[in-house]
């Protein structure tokens, strides 16, 4: 049963470090405390090398306990080592299938030390060079489950470059530049934005203001990113950067999605009003949101060294698969209102003009969400490491395009005829709204 909690979680971990891999942590100097913990396997980090990369370990008030009174404790059982990422799922499958397995034993790692080497004050500080570069993943291995672990585990790992120390992976080393390259993008377009609502300011509606506040909050996000990155390169730590970033990444995905259910309703744009089924789902989506921010902080800040992590990345991935679901529903309930519509109203060709953009906007949605949820994991799964920001690129660029499919269509724009909201219709619409409101009541 442990062997298959353990392979169940480790499969994962291949999987979701995709996911985490577009979240931050603390950075590449970490301490980690374990406490009474008998997993055989427990990942401490993955890292990216380049040549000349270094790892450091430094460990303190190490303990173990046991609650078998005959059991007797063999120290190089214990230990840490380096095994390479691609290697990682055959270690798991000799886990699986061999009888007696010690991951220190097994031929997909490199051993660091043992714990036999201990001092006499239960301490040790070691230090090793990355011969050959590639992507490791820095593993404690227990081969005496019978026993609990306690300790403080302090780690450093970086590449030497010109002589200095650069606490990013290989594979995102480019990110500050670039992540401050599409802080001056979302500046620019919230520029343009601003102009053109300003010029257009006779027919600006409230979704057009929550617009530009959404471009604010993921301007913000990306110049604290690049901010994040670049501190953690040169020293390790995020210096505070990390908690701006988890604040407006926060506030941009509740933005995000309250303007996609507000378009998809056609609030502002097709009536002036919500109903109440459509009130509810955005009462429903935006405390997802406010969960899935918080799973993911807890994903980022413990790591999978945490027991339960897993736990944490299951919540995460349910929630988001969640919200992207409701966010189609407002947008389907429109398309079958205009459908309808255009089969009794007498402005058929205008009614066809909208629903043509909601079926649009529906399309682009679902590859936007599908692109940014599996597509990204594709390209991670083929690229290498050292080509890790090429993802990031990826995503950005899909948010990018698709910020500006909706920006240009749901613009303030005198005579457009999507945005064109039926005066002759409120009426009706504001009484259909009154029956909804009393038969839910």
């Known amino acids: 049963m442990e062997i298959f909690y353990h392979l169940t979680c480790l499969k994962l971990l291949q999987a979701l470090f995709i996911i985490s891999s577009f979240r931050f942590s603390v950075g590449e100097i970490k301490n980690t405390h374990i406490v009474d913990d008998s997993r055989q396997i427990i990942l401490i980090e993955r890292f990216g090398f380049a040549p000349d990369g270094h790892v450091t370990i430094s460990l303190d008030h190490v303990s173990w306990r046991s609650n078998e009174p005959a059991a007797k404790l063999y120290p190089s ?85 010109n002589g200095e120390k650069d606490f990013l992976p290989a594979g995102q080393t480019p990110l500050p530049k670039f992540y401050f390259l599409c802080f001056i993008v979302y500046l620019a377009f919230l520029a343009i934005w601003g102009f053109i609502c300003i010029k257009q300011r006779k027919i600006v509606h409230k979704i057009h203001l929550i617009m530009a506040m959404l471009l604010v909050f993921k301007a913000l996000k990306l110049i604290c990113a690049s901010e994040d990155k670049m501190y953690i390169r040169n020293t390790g730590k995020p210096h505070g950067w990390d908690v701006a970033f988890y604040i407006f990444g926060f506030l941009k995905g509740v933005t995000l999605f309250t303007v996609i259910v507000l378009i998809g309703t056609g609030w502002s744009f097709l009536k002036p009003f919500l109903h109440y089924r459509e009130k509810k789902v955005l009462m429903f989506v935006i405390p997802l949101q406010v ?119 749901f613009q303030p724009i005198e005579k457009n005829p999507y945005l064109a909201i039926d005066k002759d219709d409120d009426g009706d619409e504001e009484e259909e709204e009154e029956e909804d409101d009393e038969d839910d009541a």
């Open 77 to 161: 059982s214990m230990g840490f080592c380096l095994v390479r990422d691609v290697s990682f799922p055959r270690l798991l499958n000799e886990s699986m299938y061999t009888e007696n397995f010690c991951v220190l034993s097994s031929k997909y790692v490199n051993l660091v030390f043992r714990f036999d080497k201990l001092g006499p004050d239960s301490t040790y500080n070691t230090s090793t060079t990355i011969d050959e570069p590639d992507e490791y993943n820095l593993i404690f291995g227990n081969c005496q489950k019978e026993f609990l672990v306690t300790m403080n585990v302090h780690t450093e790992m970086y590449n030497v470059n």
């Open 291 to 409: 969960i899935e921010n918080i799973a993911s902080i807890v994903i980022s800040e413990s790591g999978p060294v945490e027991k339960h992590w897993l736990v944490w990345n299951e919540v995460f991935l349910l929630i988001d698969v969640m919200c992207c679901c409701i966010v189609l529903v407002p947008i389907l309930w429109s398309i079958k209102s205009l459908r309808e519509a255009s089969k009794n109203d007498g402005k058929a060709a205008e009614i066809l003009r909208k629903l043509t953009l909601f079926r649009h906007f529906y399309v682009v949605l679902i590859v936007y969400l599908y692109f940014t949820r599996f597509g990204i994991a594709m390209i991670e799964s083929v690229v290498n490491y050292i080509h890790e920001w090429v993802t990031i690129v990826a995503a950005e660029g899909a948010s990018l395009m698709f910020y500006m499919f909706i920006f240009y269509n």
